[in-house]
């Protein structure tokens, strides 16, 4: 699908197709990635998604508990706790 929305007018317009292009109102997800460095991880994303909220959750059971960690920032760091220690992160749009 495309983001062009056409317009047909039917008032006699010589041109009756209008078209007009728009721009998605949620910017598109951006990539999360995590690198091990000892005990830290490491997540970083791109720079021109700066303005997601990063978020992270102990499990996924309903309903879902998310975190805020960091916003205007493209970088976190965060200390692994324990092997069996588990942890979400996700990347939201405010």
């Known amino acids: ?3 062009i929305l056409y317009f047909l007018a039917a008032n006699g317009d010589t041109q009756p197709l209008k078209m007009a292009q728009w ?3 949620v910017p598109p997800a951006p990539r999360l ?3 091990r460095a000892g005990h830290d991880l490491l ?3 791109p720079a021109e998604a700066s303005q ?3 978020e992270s959750s102990t ?10 960690l960091s916003s205007g920032t493209t970088q976190y ?3 692994l706790e324990g092997a069996s220690a588990s942890r979400f992160y996700r990347l939201r749009c405010p």
Request: proline share 11%; no cysteine.
């Open 1 to 3: 699908m495309d983001d």
């Open 77 to 79: 760091t965060a200390t």
């Open 43 to 45: 997540l970083t994303w």
């Open 52 to 54: 997601f909220v990063l």
């Open 33 to 35: 990635n995590l690198q």
């Open 23 to 25: 721009l998605p109102l």
């Open 59 to 68: 499990n996924l059971a309903q309903p879902i508990r998310w975190t805020p």
